[in-house]
């Protein structure tokens, strides 16, 4: 498809991304309502010491992995050296739940699946809270068994209530989906925020807003403030959406400037608009580009656009084609690859 000129080309793709006002709001991914770990309680265990295992294949997101050794990040993960050394610790040691655990975590970095759940099954009907975690996963996902939901929700309620309290963000995710039912997730995720889990906290919030449209509007401004509060970047950015809904323009950027710092890629937008648009600071064209840019690096093609835009009318900012050019095909809808 040719255009007649790149500023037509970028004002086709802004079409339908203006909110009330002109204001474009970017949205929160759904992929980010899967968060980091929330400590879980240690279960009674055998005390067996730190066995080869634990030194390649210990999961920092497991709170019962051997303290003494450095838990190893899965792109180091060693998976020939690792499920060797699990099944000699799991011949002096055999059926514990950690060594168990993480084997299976070995047999699923070789992809051998079939061998990762049945390992990953014992150690969670041992009750190991973070292996009934990765059960559900497994059954989610069909790793080594049929995919389940109801299983899978079966195991994360196990997990959760063992103590892996952001097993209840993985709940409350089941239920957004193909067939949605926000009043479930949003049970499940105020489980895990009343848990103290800050992730369920901005989940909580963002499904309310999902729901209801800030119906219940202090309740869900008292979880975002709670999520930021504790560092969590999409409460930081909810909040900031809610005052920005409001028209409370000094205390949205403030919540996204919060947000921004700490890489959080919509928020980087927003402050970039608000540059932009002149809302609640001078209009700077050249410093919204700065950020649209960084935006746009991170992968958002709002952004792209924006900043192609700037360019191609050379507004605040010299005019260059070959960079409006550039974003423009930053942000330009993909075509989807041949099956």
Avoid at 36 to 53: E, N
Wanted: glycine content about 8%; charged content about 25%.
């Amino acid at each position: 498809m040719k255009y007649a000129s790149i500023s037509v080309a970028i004002t086709l793709l802004l079409t339908g991304c203006a909110g009330q006002d002109g204001l474009s709001v970017a949205d929160i991914s759904l992929d980010s309502l899967v968060g980091p770990t929330q400590k879980a309680a240690p279960q009674p265990m055998a005390d067996i010491g730190v066995t080869a295992c634990d030194r390649m294949a210990a999961n920092e997101e497991d709170d019962q992995h051997v303290q003494g050794v450095t838990p190893v990040k899965w792109a180091d993960l060693k998976a020939p050296a690792a499920i060797s050394a699990c099944e000699k610790a799991l011949q002096a040691h055999p059926d514990h739940p950690r060594l168990l655990y993480q084997l299976g975590r070995s047999y699923q970095k070789a992809y051998r699946y079939d061998e990762a759940q049945a390992a990953t099954r014992k150690a969670a009907e041992a009750d190991y809270p973070y292996a009934a975690r990765t059960m559900g996963w497994f059954c989610e996902q069909g790793y080594g068994v049929p995919r389940d939901y109801k299983e899978a929700e079966a195991w994360y309620r196990k997990a959760a209530a063992m103590g892996q309290h952001s097993a209840w963000n993985n709940v409350g995710r089941l239920y957004i989906g193909e067939n949605p039912d926000l009043d479930k997730a949003a049970d499940a995720f105020e489980r895990g925020a009343k848990a103290g889990d800050p992730v369920a906290m901005a989940n909580l919030a963002y499904v309310m807003r999902l729901r209801d449209g800030w119906r219940d509007k202090e309740r869900a401004l008292d979880w975002s403030v709670k999520a930021a509060r504790a560092g969590n970047t999409t409460g930081m950015l909810l909040a900031g959406h809610y005052y920005n809904e409001q028209k409370d323009r000094q205390s949205a950027r403030r919540w996204y400037l919060q947000a921004a710092d700490k890489g959080q890629v919509a928020a980087v937008y927003m402050v970039g608009l608000y540059w932009q648009l002149g809302l609640g600071v001078p209009k700077d064209t050249a410093r919204a580009l700065q950020y649209y840019e960084l935006a746009a690096d991170k992968g958002l093609a709002t952004a792209a656009v924006k900043a192609a835009m700037i360019y191609a009318k050379g507004d605040g900012v010299p005019k260059d084609e070959n960079k409006a050019m550039h974003w423009l095909q930053v942000g330009a809808p993909k075509k989807p690859k041949d099956i």
